[in-house]
């Protein structure tokens, strides 16, 4: 079993969803770097849940707790270890169905992994409480990577069948703050409809999806390796460690299998004295390496697996068929409250491929930016 990812930075992750407590340990931050207590309380409550019919009824506050690597609003340049205390958990909801196997969840597999000791409550380790301790790491990468001239920004492209406006309707690529509240969007007007199509599924004790859409700005050409660390190969791999992701695409992504080379081809230009590409149809990404323009990427968030409706599933107790009705606290979806994970992610990875590029102490004295003729 493996919790750490990462070269240069690297994170773990620990703890489990009814356990005492969720945590991340974050190595590799060069000393002295802000720790800004306002924007890392941000990020935890746009990840956190409401209660609201549009997430679970499961609400904890998530106070970050710096156990060490934080001292006076700044890092000490050892081992940040992060502590986030659960407060909220009912183990009960889940006693009377405990051998039942819950569908599309890791319920089958973690027992055919861990031998029937893993910690089941909840969904244990596999749960997406764990994401808080990620978020919390994430915030401190992304308060690291806006010092440093990067931003990484999220919104929800698609949820329930409810399309956001597209990204390249933001003139510029001028990117927003995320507003109070967790619906990371580009048109606010679509948050209403999206609600709706939430609520009603849940309603009908159903369950809905989305995709995630991510643009990273101000990487420099050059970033990344050819092979198995590229940019494309960390951020996928980090990205296909959150629950419920199924699929990744970056720049136009599956369109590509449709299209020619003449069109697919980003072409280069000189602009302001810097090398550019027209089109930004491969992502920001050649070769496995950043190519200074905005790395972008989708992923697909299946429909959350904990649905109240009666499912066919399997008591591997008593080894024959059973049918299934869950209880506990569960989202009608998750995808308006994973951006703020998949942001928080994608800063881990990109604060790592800069710290491998460039050394740990680029994090507090600058990244070497071109200068324009």
Request: negative net charge; charged residues 20%; contains cysteine.
């Amino acid at each position: 079993m493996k919790n750490t990812f990462g070269s240069a930075v690297s994170l773990t992750i620990f703890g489990e969803s009814h356990g005492p407590a969720v945590g991340a340990v974050l190595d590799g931050l060069a000393a002295g770097l802000p720790v800004d207590a306002d924007f890392l309380a941000r990020q935890m409550d746009r990840r956190r849940a409401r209660g609201d019919g549009l997430s679970t009824a499961r609400t904890e506050p998530d106070e970050v707790e710096f156990l060490s690597g934080v001292l006076d609003g700044h890092t000490t340049g050892t081992p940040v270890t992060m502590l986030l205390r659960n407060t909220n958990t009912r183990s009960g909801d889940y006693a009377k169905t405990a051998a039942l196997l819950r569908p599309g969840h890791a319920d089958y597999t973690a027992f055919a992994k861990y031998e029937g000791f893993q910690d089941a409550r909840g969904g244990g380790h596999f749960s997406g409480r764990i994401t808080a301790a990620a978020v919390a790491a994430g915030a401190l990468c992304e308060l690291t990577l806006r010092g440093l001239g990067v931003r990484v920004y999220t919104h929800i492209a698609a949820c329930a069948g409810v399309q956001d406006a597209p990204l390249s309707s933001a003139a510029g690529l001028v990117l927003p703050e995320p507003e109070p509240g967790h619906f990371a969007l580009l048109d606010p007007a679509r948050e209403a409809p999206m609600q709706a199509a939430i609520r009603a599924a849940g309603a009908e004790g159903d369950s809905v999806g989305g995709i995630l859409e991510t643009v990273i700005t101000g990487v420099p050409a050059g970033v990344g390796e050819p092979w198995f660390d590229s940019v494309e190969s960390e951020l996928a791999h980090l990205l296909f460690a959150m629950p419920a992701v199924k699929g990744i695409e970056f720049g136009a992504g599956f369109a590509l299998a449709d299209w020619r080379g003449s069109r697919a081809n980003d072409a280069f230009r000189m602009r302001g004295g810097q090398i550019v590409t027209a089109t930004n149809h491969n992502g920001g990404v050649n070769g496995g390496i950043a190519n200074g323009m905005p790395i972008v990427f989708r992923t697909v968030v299946k429909p959350t697996p904990s649905i109240y409706r009666t499912q066919d599933t399997v008591d591997y107790t008593a080894r024959a068929d059973a049918e299934l009705q869950i209880k506990g606290r569960h989202d009608p979806c998750i995808v308006p409250r994973a951006a703020v994970v998949q942001n928080s992610l994608a800063a881990f990875g990109i604060l790592d491929l800069l710290s491998v590029r460039y050394g740990t102490l680029a994090q507090k004295h600058g990244l070497p930016r071109p200068e324009a003729e």
